[in-house]
């Protein structure tokens, strides 16, 4: 199981209350299934939003065959108005 830390930009940060937090995850979908657990808003936010895995879009790879390194950074990318 991989550990780093997960961004939330813009509505993302705002539903989950902060900046970014620690994680402990094998794959992308299991991060995603940690941080929205009991996180309505959250789990709303993350369902639009793309993700960037150490710098690199995961675009439309399955969530469950993005395998998280030990010591990555996820980015939770919400749409953004105005692009």
Do not use: N
């Given at each position: 199981?991989?550990?780093g830390?997960?961004?939330?930009?813009?509505?993302?940060?705002?539903?989950?209350?902060?900046?970014?937090?620690?994680?402990?995850?094998?794959?992308?979908?299991?991060?995603?299934?940690?941080?929205?657990?009991?996180?309505?808003?959250?789990?709303?936010?993350?369902?639009?939003?793309?993700?960037?895995?150490?710098?690199?879009?995961?675009?439309?790879?399955?969530?469950?065959?993005?395998?998280?390194?030990?010591?990555?950074?996820?980015?939770?990318?919400?749409?953004?108005?105005g692009?």
């Open positions: 199981m991989a550990r830390v997960i961004r939330y930009w813009a509505a993302a940060k705002d539903a989950a209350g902060v900046a970014e937090e620690p994680f402990e995850a094998a794959t992308l979908a299991e991060l995603v299934t940690r941080i929205t657990g009991g996180r309505d808003e959250l789990a709303r936010v993350v369902l639009r939003s793309s993700f960037l895995v150490d710098g690199e879009p995961v675009g439309r790879r399955a969530h469950d065959a993005v395998v998280l390194a030990d010591g990555a950074t996820v980015e939770v990318l919400p749409p953004f108005a692009g």
